[in-house]
């Protein structure tokens, strides 16, 4: 029985190194039982670390990485020169370095690898070299297992270093981008085929690569240096009749029939073969699955700065066009993005490629270490069930007559046992193996095999899914919500840290991310489709289509919102329609009935309790099932800032739809202003800058000593009545708050929240082509809904909008595409109109600015630009015409809020 005495002096050998040897061996036990914990957490967290969206757990998963080498370090030394013998050391020391090796089996690094990650194997080696002299140095009983073990743990570190070298030189992973580009453009040359020969609905003509190029003899042929591609595992008189045949055909042959007779595994081939795989849903699965890996394989060409030809975009541009404007199975345009940027994320930042390197014999090579580990392991607890016994002169932990070193052993068997299984299934369940089994099926079906077993197979196989591609969350942020906030115990935290822990900026406060309603992705697929139906440049057109429709019968009215989409850079455009969408919904929220004041101590309280249960992330409630909660009779009894649920009636369905869409890519928007600025168009530091202003002029400013979103609301209405001072142009906040005016002025309920629904999806089509590929690579790991629309428009060949500013240096990593000066005229009307009010405003020099250019002036960036010439030349339009239009906006709101009539530009 341990007294309480006893308790005190082990808690106290955990911070003092008490010499007594049981305290010794308490404080082994403790740190062992420790270190095994975070392992095996760090292994649950690596299957969902693709998944995981809270930036948070990602940071925690590093620490514990950091913390736990550390402590194994001090267990080897503290297990060897210990003044006592303990059989189970040598154990406990091989475990703990096989659960570091397994801490990080699917994320541990990518085929690239440009971080050096795969040096960590080296620790594991070095590591195990400690756990080797200490099982020789103690002389332990369970010598044989002990050994096995330890050679194939070397064995399994050798293969990483040799996958990974055959992964990075095979050509179906290092070398791929470079061996698609010459593929494509050897297989769709400039006019031949045409693009209307391919037909996406059943993918006839596009053979896309899948897999197959490993086993293949490449070889590039003179004087084109086009792509010859010959079967190394066919006998060779067959590979010399296939060479006299080519050279007998005429030079007008199609490249087709050749392609027909490829060995390798194609999309079109894919297609072709599971259209009738058992007439079963899961036939579609398939489809989809090789179409994202075909995909992927196109985008990583981008990721790794290899150009395919510019004819071989509008090939592909067909196919999106079809993706999006149909479904495939129950697969829509964003859930094949999703599982395009999963696998494409797969290569980049995991060890997958290297298990499949190869194909199924690599797999089968990886998969054999752990059955044989699991054996191993089986047969180290038979030993040390009939052999164990703690000799006279060894220390060993009894409490209650139970040896609390035993305990641990059998716990460290089952968790062995546990994770290898875990590890297996994983691999063999995953997309890869899925995507392996089909090309498999199809290379037998190519040999007119036909296998009902393959097919029930390859069904099983994709009924059998244990883990999801994206996290399908979107972050959320709103300004007027979190511009006061001053994060002062973090940033203490960030110094006391020596900035470990990410310093957080004022105001800066991100509300809770929330799933991606179907409404949004309904919305920004339907303004996708109608871009690219039009669109025919390789950028996206320089006018926003809700605000400039020619066949609207409010043609005229909405002329008066475009101007706040000709602001100097997107970063303006962005937080003035946030700002203006947040006070359209606060006006709304007011009408029905949520009370905005400020609430009391205990009804904050009470908030945030029912908060952690029910999620509201709107003004309004929008969900009916948050309604019956069994809080809602409890937060009804309290007025509160975020009680969303006191709402005198329903939104009609088509209100509440254009709301949510609205208001949830509003903050979206917002978002990435404020935590993802490399995501945006704009350079540098100006998003930055841009921000903190619009914080500065809200919190010293127009906003001050507001404590309420209902005297916020209040603030901003007033704002928007008071006459303009020539410095207002510069403040984002105030043309919010004008434009939010004008909407609740000028328009119905639904019709404000039609524009703003429709202005957002188009903005966000419109931020998402960037010359920045790299800052999406850098979010594959945790995901980022822009991030999809990206790969979509580059799929089209569209890598810029022409909505924003041209900017003064060229694109370091982007396809050197032609501009295309004709962007502007998909509206040729409108735009025309929206030029000739600026130039009948062309008298009044009045100019929206950015002085905090001065800030960056001296930056040797070369993507800054001029940013204090306020609106510069846009792709396919002059300077002076969107000067020009600013300047309507501003002399048009001067004389709206001074009372003199403009209800035409000539009027100014």
């Known amino acids: ?402 040896n609390v070193d035993m305990i641990i052993t059998w716990a460290f068997i089952v968790l062995m046992m546990i994770k290898e299984i875990w590890e297996m299934v994983t691999y063999l369940l995953s997309d890869w193996m899925r995507l392996l089994l089909v090309c498999k099926y199809v290379q037998r079906k190519d040999k007119s095999i036909d296998d009902r077993c393959m097919d029930h197979i390859i069904v099983s196989f994709f009924r059998s899914k244990i883990n999801k591609k994206w996290h399908g969350l979107i972050d959320q942020y709103v300004f007027v919500q979190s511009y006061d906030d001053r994060p002062r115990c973090w940033n203490y935290l960030h110094n006391l840290t020596t900035g470990m822990v990410p310093k957080k900026d004022d105001g800066a406060k991100l509300s809770s991310a929330i799933k991606v309603p179907k409404y949004v992705r309904q919305a920004v697929l339907e303004k996708l489709h109608k871009i690219l139906m039009e669109a025919q440049s390789h950028s996206l057109p320089s006018v926003i289509k809700t605000l400039s429709d020619v066949n609207s019968n409010r043609r005229e009215q909405l002329k008066q919102y475009l101007p706040y989409l000709y602001l100097p850079t997107s970063s303006h455009i962005i937080l003035v329609w946030h700002i203006a969408t947040s006070l359209c919904e606060m006006e709304l929220a007011k009408k029905q009935s949520v009370d905005l004041s400020n609430p009391g101590f205990l009804c904050s309280l009470l908030s945030c309790f029912t908060g952690c249960c029910s999620s509201k992330p709107y003004l309004m409630d929008v969900d009916e099932k948050k309604r019956k909660s069994i809080f809602s009779w409890f937060t009804n009894c309290c007025p509160s800032q975020l009680n969303k649920q006191k709402v005198s009636g329903m939104l009609p369905d088509k209100l509440q739809e254009t709301y949510i869409t609205a208001n949830s890519l509003s903050r979206y928007c917002a978002y990435l202003l404020v935590s993802k600025p490399d995501l945006i168009p704009d350079s540098f530091l100006v998003p930055k800058i841009v921000f903190q202003n619009a914080v500065k002029s809200a919190r010293d400013g127009i906003l001050k000593c507001c404590d309420s979103l209902q005297s916020r609301h209040i603030k901003l209405q007033e704002e928007a009545d008071k006459p303009i001072k020539e410095s207002d142009y510069e403040d984002v906040l105030k043309q919010g708050a004008i434009l939010g005016r004008k909407l609740l002025d000028h328009e119905s309920e639904e019709g404000r929240w039609e524009i703003l629904a429709g202005v957002w999806a188009e903005l966000l089509i419109h931020i998402a082509p960037t010359w920045n590929a790299e800052a999406h690579k850098k979010c594959l790991s945790g995901g980022e809904f822009i991030t999809q629309i990206w790969a979509l428009l580059w799929h089209c060949g569209i890598q810029k909008s022409s909505l924003w500013p041209k900017e003064d240096a060229t694109k370091n990593n982007a396809s050197a595409e032609p501009q295309d000066n004709n962007a502007r005229n998909d509206n040729g009307q409108v735009v025309e109109e929206t030029q000739q009010a600026g130039a009948d405003m062309r008298n009044n020099q009045i100019r929206i600015k950015v002085h905090e250019a001065d800030e960056l002036k001296g930056s040797k960036d070369p993507r800054i630009g001029d940013i204090r010439r306020g609106p510069r030349r846009m792709e396919g339009a002059g300077s002076s015409e969107i000067e020009e239009a600013s300047q309507a906006m501003a002399v048009e709101t001067t004389n709206s809020q001074g009372g003199i009539a403009a209800e035409s530009p000539k009027q100014g």
Not at 168 to 192: A, C, R, T
Not at 323 to 338: L, P, R, Y
């Open 1 to 402: 029985m341990i007294g309480f005495s006893d308790a005190r002096d082990l808690v106290s050998s955990l911070f003092i190194m008490l010499d007594k040897k049981i305290f010794i061996l308490f404080r082994i036990e403790f740190l062992v039982v420790i270190v095994t914990l975070l392992f095996f957490v760090m292994f649950l967290m690596d299957f969902f670390r693709h998944i995981i969206h809270n930036s948070l757990m990602r940071a925690v998963f590093s620490v514990f990485d950091a913390v736990s080498d550390s402590i194994v370090l001090y267990l080897l030394g503290a297990m060897q020169s210990a003044p006592f013998k303990n059989q189970l050391f040598p154990v406990w020391a091989l475990v703990l370095v096989n659960f570091r090796y397994s801490a990080d089996y699917i994320s541990g690094y990518g085929v690239p690898d440009r971080g050096g990650r795969r040096f960590i194997e080296w620790r594991n080696v070095l590591k195990l070299l400690g756990t080797a002299f200490l099982n020789w140095s103690r002389g332990s009983r369970f010598a044989r297992p002990l050994w096995s073990l330890w050679a194939l743990q070397i064995l399994r570190s050798g293969y990483r270093f040799h996958s990974h070298s055959l992964a990075f030189q095979s050509v179906w992973h290092g070398g791929s981008s470079e061996l698609v580009s010459e593929y494509m453009h050897s297989n769709y040359k400039p006019s031949n085929p045409e693009p209307q020969d391919c037909d996406p609905g059943t993918m006839k003509g596009y053979n896309y690569l899948v897999y197959g190029e490993s086993k293949q003899g490449m070889k590039l042929r003179k004087p084109q240096y086009a792509l010859d591609i010959d079967s190394a595992d066919q006998p060779r008189k067959t590979q010399k009749t296939r060479r006299r045949s080519a050279t007998r055909e005429s030079p007008t042959s199609s490249p087709r029939s050749a392609q027909e007779r490829s060995p390798l595994i194609t999309l079109d081939k894919i297609w072709g073969c599971l259209t009738c795989l058992l007439n079963n849903p899961e036939g579609n699965d398939g489809k989809v699955l090789s179409l994202a890996f075909a995909l992927s394989r196109l985008l990583r060409c981008r990721l790794e700065d290899v150009t395919p030809q510019e004819h071989i975009f509008c090939i592909n541009r067909q196919l999106v066009k079809k993706i999006i404007d149909e479904n495939i199975g129950t697969n829509d345009a964003f859930s094949i993005m999703e599982l395009q940027l999963a696998l494409t994320n797969d290569y980049f930042n995991t060890r997958y490629p290297m298990v499949f390197w190869c194909g199924l014999l690599s797999f089968f090579m990886s998969l054999l270490p752990s059955v044989v580990t699991f054996g191993v392991v089986c047969w180290l607890g038979v030993d040390i069930r009939k052999v164990y016994k703690p000799p006279n002169g060894e220390l060993a932990n009894l409490v209650k007559g139970f």
